[in-house]
């Protein structure tokens, strides 16, 4: 068995980032999502690993069974919010709204408690926490170092631990990120997994591992999809970071998942739904 890391995946699909497409018209479009979450989870499956699923709750909504299924088979379900906005744009009452919808919605679906979120393109804000906790969530997973990423939040210049407390019973999961020269480049997976050759990729997540362990991996159904609808309203450098890879990235998940020893959030720390527990017996 190969060093354990953490899989997680961002559960939505080509349309739904909430950039141009806005979520009035997302029900014009055609969902394409089932296909590739299903190659995630038979990749998982075949090596007996398990992941945290960040889902959309409008996804959600659209594919109970779908969800119920992930869940069935014992990964971790956790919420990515509703609508796909990011957190730094919202006025905090939409977001608690987005947030607490998503969850009623998960929840709802699978008839047990959700207590994790990742905010969309990881923009986080400090009061984003508060709210979440306030929502209660007992972990986000959302941070991501300072890096050139237009999007991504700043909240740390570098995070050195995968997993700490960032308030009372409320902890983070960051996403890594490796230092070449002064420039921080994400190093979680999505595009950047698909831009990068495999064997660098692994190396640069055996180099994350020997700072800060366990690494943190993160991918989306579409990553997989080379026949997934093209998206006319992207700019070119968009284009580049959704289209890029996409014929070679089933492979290069099979290669990943053969080896590390992939497990889902709360298999890795049972603390969370120790404190999910404590909660309610309170
Ligand atoms: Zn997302």
Redesign the pocket.
Known sequence: MGQPIIFTV?L?DWF???RQIQIDSWGKYELVIEANVYAILDLLSKHNAKATF?I?GWIACKKPHLIQEIHAMGHEIAS??YA?ELVYTLPEEKFRHDVRKSKQALEDIIGAEVIGY????FSMTWRGLDILKNEGFIYDSSIVPRTCHDLYSRLYERVEQPFFEIADHFWELSLPALSIGSVQIPWGGGGYFRFCPYPLFQYGIRKSISSRNPYIFYI?PYDLDPKQPRRTDYSLLNRLRRYYGLKSARNKLERLIGQFECKSIVECYPLLKQQMNKKWEA
Do not use: I, Q, S
């Open positions: 961002d939505e739904t980032d909430g960040f959309l990515h919010g796909h990742r905010a969309p393109c989306h």
